[in-house]
């Protein structure tokens, strides 16, 4: 490949990048987000979310789960890795998402992601983030 068109390429990526980071920020329900506030659930909301997400892993294809239960399965591996969540549920559902290749298989779902802060993933369809260092839009703040 070319000098010319490799760092063309750098460009696009970097400002998809700053676009993804500044611009695009919310959920798939078109609800207009602070992508700097998080979403606040109770510690047993969050729980039986995890149990569900769980559950959906277990039980469907990644190509049959609807584009919210990848939002909400996206939102609590990232709540659990920024919150440093470990131990019971937690662990089952890390554990099940390696198991599956989630984060491998995700993008093949979704292949128009593009980076985000921290090597992780930003998916324009689902306004959503995975992993690399997710906004506070991405993440639950998990009270008692």
């Avoid at 440093?84 to 992601?113: F, S």
């Amino acid at each position: 490949m070319s000098t010319d068109r490799q760092s063309y390429k750098i460009f696009l990526a970097t400002v998809c990048f700053f676009f993804a980071t500044f611009f695009c920020t919310g959920q798939a329900d078109n609800t207009k987000l602070n992508p700097d506030s998080s979403k606040t659930i109770s510690k047993v909301a969050f729980d039986n979310l995890v149990d569900t997400c769980i559950k959906l892993l277990q039980t469907k294809q990644l190509l049959k789960i609807t584009d919210s239960g990848h939002i909400d399965i996206m939102m609590c591996l990232n709540t659990i890795l920024v919150r440093q969540l470990t131990g019971g549920r937690y662990d089952k559902l890390k554990t099940i998402a390696n198991e599956k290749n989630y984060t491998k298989d995700i993008i093949k779902i979704y292949p128009d992601w593009i980076p985000n802060k921290g090597m992780g993933f930003y998916f324009p369809k689902l306004k959503m983030e995975l992993y690399g260092t997710p906004r506070l839009y991405a993440v639950f703040n998990v009270t008692k």
